[in-house]
């Protein structure tokens, strides 16, 4: 059938084993406190700081207002990390908010989450990046104007191709790429930052004379900074989607999240001075590519060396978040959620290349439609309204279900404030400033009630579905994957 047919067991009422009465999945635990702490900062560093200085400065209107805007951002992402980090000691499965709330609420609010997620989330995610990638790739070829952006569209359109040739080549080649841009983006940010603090040091610091002057107040607008703040952040929660993988989850998890998160919220902070020390908060706002800007108004003639370190970092992070990117879509179709093809992986490469293709579609359908900050702004929307509902979930565990095994617990007050900031990122624009757009993006949220009660609750499996299912393995050279019994 092209959806599987699983007993879901309530993982919440047994006393040691939270996956007792599923098949046993136990994948290789390789993944150590070293790679953890890569994993999370490598996927945070991506195309945000690059991209979105310009719009938390555009719409809280001054250069000390934004700075605090990305400490808070840095703040939240730790609180909402370390409540996932509780979630991930007591339910100790892969698949991130999909698994918490299948396993906390239950079968629906799950199958919306991975309908979302599949079709809209992660592929926005994937738009988004690979259309910074490609701002930056093709700057130094339009000095001193903005790039067309037939031309920026084309380049992440590309961009997304050669990613989906890699991934579902080799998944060692994917991970040597990813590593290998990670090397990249910590380089280009030590250099902006040391270049910051030289300014600093030489007095350049007219843009923080009356930081605060002419501060925005409207609730609306400081939601939609914290939007694009908050998107430099995601990756926050990116270990929760491979706790099975991890050596120790109860010790590696907050572990990895307390190193990780601080390090890249004070990398933030520094490079975002150093923009403002090079350049006036109106140069910044009119920079398409803030990074090439202050390049070159302070590397000169090495300038190309900062568009070039920021294409390989968003390239980098592009290939991290499209790696990881078919983890959803697997585990939504183990718990039958999914059709079987999302699940299944290419017999000879051995890579997940029906997920992957999917995604690549639907990432390429976004780039031709929409613009990096709209991408960027309902991302954010869709996300923490998902978030939202996960710590909701965290809350009910501690109040209602205090008995079940935890080795780590985070103070609840945490949760809450994670919980507060949500139902404002999520209500504020919509109050403030209403958008069309939020309303289509809850009536499709929604729109998976018409798939659920058929195919997933009364199991109702057409034929043509089966017979597209067999025409696609054999097209596609995929096959069922087999768990891991280790």
């Known amino acids: 059938s092209t959806m599987r047919e699983r007993k879901a067991t309530d993982p919440l009422h047994s006393s040691t084993d939270l996956t007792e009465g599923k098949e046993k999945l136990r994948l290789k635990q390789e993944v150590g406190l070293i790679s953890s702490v890569s994993l999370i900062a490598g996927t945070m560093i991506g195309s945000g700081i690059f991209m979105s200085p310009e719009w938390v400065l555009h719409h809280m209107g001054n250069p000390a207002s934004s700075l605090l805007i990305w400490a808070a951002c840095g703040l939240l992402a730790t609180f909402g990390a370390l409540s996932y980090a509780e979630l991930g000691t007591i339910i100790k499965e892969s698949g991130g908010e999909y698994i918490y709330i299948l396993r906390i609420f239950g079968s629906f609010p799950a199958f919306l989450f991975a309908y979302t997620s599949v079709i809209l989330v992660r592929p926005a995610g994937l738009a988004a990046v690979c259309l910074s990638f490609a701002e930056y790739a093709i700057a130094p070829f339009y000095p001193g104007c903005s790039s067309p ?4 569209k084309c380049t992440a359109a590309a961009c997304i191709l050669i990613l989906t040739i890699i991934n579902c080549l080799n998944v060692r080649l994917a991970t040597s790429v990813m590593n290998i841009f990670t090397a990249a ?8 930052v040391v270049g910051g603090l030289v300014l600093l040091a030489k007095g350049q610091t007219q843009s923080f004379q009356n930081g605060f002057q002419g501060t925005t107040a409207g609730i609306g607008a400081v939601g939609v900074a914290f939007y694009q703040g908050l998107w430099s952040y995601d990756g926050w929660n990116n ?3 491979v706790t ?3 050596k120790k989850p109860e010790v590696t998890l907050p ?8 390090l890249v919220t004070c990398l933030y902070l520094l490079v975002n001075v150093s923009y403002l020390a090079a350049m006036t908060p109106s140069e910044l706002l009119s920079s398409g590519a803030v990074a090439v800007t202050w390049g070159d108004k302070v590397l000169g003639s090495w300038a190309w060396l900062i568009s070039l370190s920021v294409a390989l970092s968003t390239f980098g992070s592009s ?4 790696f990881s990117g078919g983890r959803v879509c697997y585990i939504a179709a183990r718990e039958g959620h999914m059709p079987d093809i999302l699940s299944m992986a290419h017999v000879r490469c051995l890579t997940p290349s029906p997920a992957l293709l999917f995604t690549s579609a639907m990432s390429l359908i976004m780039i031709i439609s929409g613009s990096f900050t709209s991408i960027v702004n309902f991302f954010s929307f869709m996300a923490w309204l998902f978030y939202g509902m996960t710590i909701s979930g965290l809350l009910y565990l501690k109040i209602k279900k205090p008995e079940l095994p935890r080795s780590y617990k985070v103070p609840i007050i945490i949760p809450i404030i994670v919980l507060m900031a949500a139902v404002y990122l999520v209500l504020a624009p919509i109050i403030d400033q209403p958008q069309i757009e939020i309303l289509y993006i809850i009536l499709f949220i929604f729109s998976g009630i018409i798939f659920y009660f058929p195919l997933v609750r009364f199991k109702y ?4 579905l089966q017979r597209v299912t067999l025409h696609l393995q054999l097209l596609l050279e995929v096959a069922p994957t087999t ?3 280790n």
Not at 149 to 152: D, H, K, Y
Not at 319 to 322: E, I, L, S
Not at 461 to 464: A, K, L, S
Request: charged residues 20%; positive net charge.
């Open 149 to 152: 952006q037939v031309a920026i």
């Open 185 to 192: 983006k910590l380089l280009a940010l030590l250099v902006i």
């Open 239 to 241: 270990l929760n989607y």
């Open 244 to 246: 099975e993988e991890l």
């Open 255 to 262: 572990r990895a999240l307390m190193i990780a998160i601080p």
């Open 319 to 322: 290939n991290g978040t499209f």
């Open 461 to 464: 499996h057409p034929r043509f």
């Open 483 to 485: 768990r891991d019994a």
